[in-house]
Structures are given as structure tokens and as C-alpha cells.
């Protein structure tokens, strides 16, 4: 097997398949594990901040086959999630198994079966091939900026300086600045509210409005409220007491300046934030409509107002990128969407599989985690895939209820529930 990344999701793979004694190779860009979580990350790809924590809670984000220490707090630093990662890699013995400063430049398949995947060594050394059975793709959907599309008229002068999420690390340069953030996700929400701590004024842009969800309710974080269960109800059931729960929390989004969101809670991937609203409350943030124009140093927005600016930040997502796949082979650019099986499996492309390219209600790496698990077991005979028939067909249909729930975004559509997707895993892996 070939295992490419070291990050949350790749090594939950590793261990899945040391444990079964799957023999593989784990190829990682950097010099560590961890990546997106390793603020400044020497493979280039972490997107972390210096105040990034998590936004869902530590018990929810822990591995099942090793939970977070009971000294964290229930919301971690990016530091602590950091050094969680090294303690899995060393508890499982992993870390002698990854090669790191090694990047994967292409995977083929290969005419008499298999993969040939091309590595070469970060720094200069010549490339070097192998042919592996298969191959786990864990390279992350957090790291490949996606700008505006299109392109926002106009221009900015040369001295105001545009950056994007991917690249804002801290404040330091941001000090008695005047700040555009766009965006209403999370991170242009942290993006903001770090910001407005230091800048001369910050601006909140955005195209809608979107339901600001709290880390605790009565003390509990978030994601703990609801029992496993209740996931099993109808959507609408659970929608009207999370809508509920929200709006005793936070009130109505509108009273802080805010658009009134153009759907419902749990249509669209949720913003966590504790600090956005006391933060426009404040006064340090001030709310802005889509941007207009680009003016110079100025911005005119859509409801005319103009603002000078001194940095912009575009909190705009990311791409989903395989820059070692040939875009004949396998090429999501166009629209974001890849169709997979479980979204882990491609039904024309036998051997390649996918961790971790989940966007869940919920934490990504107990998700990778049981994904691994069933690679695994597919590996092993344990199980089988349906036909190719039957797995498109099962993709349309996800894809039919992931349309009907979710707002049309590029950002939706690696969009799964997380309870009702890991008993999906469950079930595929019953299936024996």
C-alpha cells in the first residue's frame, strides 16, 4: 500500500493497517506529522493561524483507538493538537514507518494493475518509482486557496495588501490597520475577531448571511448536546431543536448587523464562533455587505458605502486539488465534486482510495479513522465492493439529498452528517 500524507488522516491510516500488518509506505511532504494542524508546517500546506483552536469539542475530534488526554481542555489549541498527533504516531510505533521530506509528484495506474506512484526527496535527489497495490490519497482539501470567482471588478493599489486565509498566520503587521475579512465561514470569522483586537477598524464582508452557532450551551460544548440517537430522527426534527437551542443562545443574527441567512440551520456547513457577535457588539467589527468594486485603496461594497483599506484578507475556501493525479484521470476543478463511493472509493478506478476528504457536521478524524479501517478490511477479503453499477447509483442518490439539503456551494459538496455517515461505514463494514 501507499499512504500519501501524514496528516490527521494519514496517519489514521497507518495505524489502521500496521495494526493488520498490511505492509506500506507513508509518504509525507514535511518534516512532522499533523498537517493542517502544524502551524508552519515546512511542506507549505498547513493553513493553521497562531490563535487557531478547534471548533468542535476534544472528545468529539479524538481517535476511537486513542482519546485526547483528560487535561485538555475541551476546546484545544492547534499546539495541543499538535502534540496529540506525535503521542499517536510514537504510541503506535508509526513514526519509524513514515518518510518524511518526500513528496508524491504523480500516480499512474499501471497496465498490468496496480499503481506506479513517483516520489522525490523535498530539497534535490533524483525521482524515484514504485508499484504499490493500492493507494490511500489522505493530501488534505484545506490547502489550495480558491479566490473569488469570478474576479471582483476593478483593482486594488499596490500598497494595500491582499492575502488569502491560507496564508494569514498573526496580527503582527495588522496593528492600527484598517481590515477587510470576506467571508462568513469559520475561519474568516477567527480571522476577524483576532484582527479586531489589534487593527484600527476591521470590516466583516460577506455574500449571505449564515447562523452563528456558539461553542457551549449551559456549559456543554456544542457538538456534546445531542446524543448519538438523535440522529437518527428526521432532519426537520433535529433541525427544530438546534434552531431552538441557537436562538436562546445567540438570538437573531440581524440584531448584530448581520444578513439574515437565505436558509435554514443545517443547510449549509455551520460557523462556530463565541467571540464574533460580542466582537461586532463592541464595535470592532463593523458588518459589510459583497464587495462591489475594488477602488484604489478603497472598497465600495453593494450597498454603497465605501471603506479605505489597508489589508484584505479573502476567506474564500479551497480547492479540491490532486496535483499528482493526471487531470484526465481524476480532475475536480471544474466544480469541486469528485464522485466517489462512500466518498472514499471511485467505482473506475480500483485500488484508489480516498481519506478524510469529508467536509462533516463533526470532526474529520474519527471519520478517517473508520474509513481506514474499512480499506482495510477491503484489502483483507473481509469485504466486498458492490458493482460499479450499484455504487454509481448510490452516488447519485447521495448527491440528489446533498443538493436537496445543502445551499449550492462549492464548499457543499464533500458535505456529509456525521452520525449517519459513520453508520454508513459501519454498516459497509458489517456487510461480511
Known sequence: MCIIGAGSSGIASCQALHARGIDFD?????????????????????????????????????????????????YPHHTQIAAYFDDYVDN?????????????????????????????????GGEQIARYD?????????????????????????????????????????????????????????IAVDTSRVSSRTFLAM???????????????????????????????????????VARAQGDPTVFGLPKPDHRIGEAHPTVSSDLLPRIGHGRIAVKPNVARLEGDS???????????????????YKISFP??????????????????????HPDLPGLYFIGLVQPLGAIMPIAELQSEWVADLLEG?????????????IEREQRAMRKRYVASKRHTIQVDFHPYMRQLRRERQAA
Not at 493507494?135 to 480558491?146: E, L, Q, S, Y
Not at 460544548?221 to 431552538?244: M, N, V
Not at 473481509?382 to 460499479?388: A, F, I, S, T
Open 26 to 74: 507513508c509518504f509525507e511532504k514535511g518534516s512532522h506529522v499533523g498537517g493542517n494542524w502544524r502551524y508552519g508546517n515546512d511542506n507549505g500546506m498547513s493553513s493553521a493561524y497562531e490563535s487557531l483552536f478547534i471548533n468542535t469539542s476534544r472528545r468529539a475530534m479524538a481517535y476511537a483507538s486513542y482519546p485526547m488526554p483528560d487535561d485538555y481542555p475541551d
Open 92 to 124: 503506535f510505533g508509526l513514526r519509524e514507518l513514515i518518510r518524511f521530506r518526500t513528496e508524491v509528484t504523480h500516480v499512474a495506474p499501471a497496465a498490468a494493475g496496480g499503481w506506479d506512484v513517483t516520489v522525490r526527496p523535498v530539497g534535490g
Open 134 to 190: 493500492a493507494v490511500m490519497v489522505a493530501n488534505g482539501h484545506h490547502w489550495d486557496p480558491r479566490w473569488p470567482e469570478p474576479p471582483f471588478p476593478g483593482e486594488l493599489d499596490e500598497g494595500v495588501d491582499v492575502i488569502h486565509a491560507h496564508h494569514y498566520t498573526t496580527t503582527e503587521g495588522y496593528e492600527g490597520k484598517d481590515v477587510l475579512v470576506l467571508g462568513i465561514g469559520n475561519s474568516a470569522c477567527d
Open 207 to 245: 455574500r449571505r448571511g449564515a447562523w452563528i452557532l456558539p461553542k457551549y450551551v449551559r456549559g456543554t460544548p456544542l457538538d456534546e448536546l445531542a446524543p448519538e440517537w438523535g440522529s437518527r430522527l428526521p432532519f426537520a426534527i433535529q433541525r427544530f431543536f438546534l434552531t431552538l437551542t
Open 299 to 317: 472598497v465600495r461594497f453593494e450597498d454603497g458605502s465605501v471603506e479605505r483599506v489597508d489589508k484584505v484578507v479573502y476567506c474564500t475556501g
Open 324 to 345: 499528482f493525479l493526471d487531470r484526465d484521470l481524476l480532475d475536480p476543478s471544474g466544480d469541486n465534486r469528485i464522485d466517489l463511493y462512500r466518498r472514499v472509493v
Open 382 to 394: 473481509r469485504v466486498e465492493l458492490p458493482g460499479r453499477a450499484r455504487m454509481l447509483k448510490q
